[in-house]
């Protein structure tokens, strides 16, 4: 489709090299129309070494190699067995993955199959993620202009500490990718995700504008998206979006997916700022504020609903909070 074609090559790439240059301006212009207009950007010479980030690739791929591969094998069998036979198979995905929770405690010690020079690598990574995801939360507050350290805080809850983990999957060669999606169409419940995704291997895809647009997969880029809470949190100017993952007929695509959101009792509500009572004069100039159209509610009373209705359309999820959640002290 021209027009899916037409948008991949615009797709927003941002070197954060730049922020510390003359440059700064344009690239958080391009950071600001990311997150209004595509839901997602890829972020490039992020301070993340690339050392780093070859070896959890390495350690990634070898893990499901040795511990993952044959019981996916099993799974396929039967899933391909049930499509060919005419049974409906669009609510499997044609994935391997598990997750490792980094806060507010972690379970990388009780994971099975893992030994100590994974987990290392991972307890690394996952440090030098959360950093990345904690700068780009205050780039965000700066376009948004929010005070810096604004959605930290609101992410971290009573308790201090926001919900960090990894999921961390496979995408195996598919010889029949119109019976099974990789992962079927979803918005994200959380806060900000970022990605590290293979970049060999293609298969996410976000909708803009009612086409499906590859996110082109780029060597050592980290892939960040906006999550239902930024949504929220914006009052609607960021908007989480629909993505899925293809299957395809060759190639395994690695995904190491880390969402930082909000710890489980923090209260999500529209920032004042950005809402007509407390937002800048000349926002409401450019027709941005307004009154607050999404609900306040605690995250994870979200969660249990985003659990149930994940691969459903996420405006029914924010109608159903604003019908059942219960009063929350706003001291």
Known sequence: MATAAAASLSFPVISMEKLETEERGAAMEVIRDACENWGFFELLNHGISHELMDEVERVSKAHYRD???????????????????????????????????????????????????????????????????????????????????????VFAGSKGSPTFGTKVSSYP????????????????????????????????????????????????????????????????????????????????????ASFYNPGADAVIFPAPALVADGAAAEENERGEGGAAVYPRFVFEDYMNLYRRHKFEAKEPRFEAMKTDAAPIATA
């Open 67 to 153: 511990h993952r591969e044959e019981r996916f094998r099993e799974f396929a069998a039967r899933t391909l067995e049930a499509g060919e036979k005419g049974d409906d198979v669009k609510d499997v995905d044609w994935e391997s993955t598990f997750f490792v929770r980094h806060l507010p405690a972690s379970n990388l010690a009780d994971l099975p199959d893992l030994d100590d020079h994974y987990r290392q690598v991972m307890k690394e990574f996952a440090s030098e993620i959360e950093k990345l995801a904690e700068r780009v939360l205050d780039l965000l507050c700066e376009n948004l202009g929010l005070e810096k350290g604004y959605l930290k805080q």
């Open 173 to 256: 060669p598919c010889p029949r990718p119109d019976l099974v999606d990789g992962l079927r169409a979803h918005t994200d419940a959380g806060g900000v995700i970022l990605l590290f995704q293979d970049d060999q291997v293609s298969g996410l895809q976000l909708l803009k504008d009612g086409a499906w647009v590859d996110v082109p997969p780029m060597r050592h880029a980290v892939v960040v998206n906006i999550g239902d809470q930024l949504e929220v949190i914006t009052n609607g100017r960021y908007k989480s979006v629909l993505h899925r993952v293809m299957t395809r007929t060759d190639g395994n695509r690695m995904s190491i």
